[in-house]
């Protein structure tokens, strides 16, 4: 089983960038799909992205399409979510996850990590 840990979260301007990393542990990192979530103030935790374990298969959410990239390194064991021309409503605290299929859904997803804030300023 792996352990994750996110970092790369802070305050930024609307319009602004922002790119999250993920780290994990363990050496299996390789046979996971990864997931980036993010759950905002009052609202439900919800799926952004998602990827298979070879970056073969990509998902994103209707509201961030174009403007945010997954991508994966497994022989560095990490996951990004590169995000671009930020919203306000973008901000939330966002987790990375992993499962062992591709879904969109939250309950497929068994690993989380402690999450990072992203706020976006307008």
């Known amino acids: 089983q792996v352990q994750l840990v996110e970092s790369g979260g802070g305050l930024v301007q609307a319009g602004g960038s922002l790119r999250l990393s993920c780290a994990a542990s363990?050496?299996?990192?390789?046979?996971?799909?990864m997931g980036w979530f993010r759950q905002a103030p009052g609202k439900e935790r919800e799926i952004v992205a998602s990827?298979?374990?070879?970056?073969?298969?990509?998902y994103y959410a209707d509201s961030v399409k174009g403007r945010f990239t997954i991508s994966r390194d497994n022989a560095k064991n990490t996951v990004n979510l590169q995000m671009n021309s930020l919203k306000p409503e973008d901000t939330a605290i966002y987790y990375c996850?992993?499962?062992?299929?591709?879904?969109?859904?939250?309950?497929?997803?068994?690993?989380w990590g402690q999450g990072t804030q992203v706020t976006v300023s307008s």
């Open positions: 363990g050496r299996t990192f390789s046979s996971y799909v």
């Open positions: 996850a992993a499962a062992m299929t591709l879904s969109k859904e939250e309950n497929q997803y068994r690993t």
């Open positions: 990827i298979s374990w070879n970056g073969g298969r990509i």
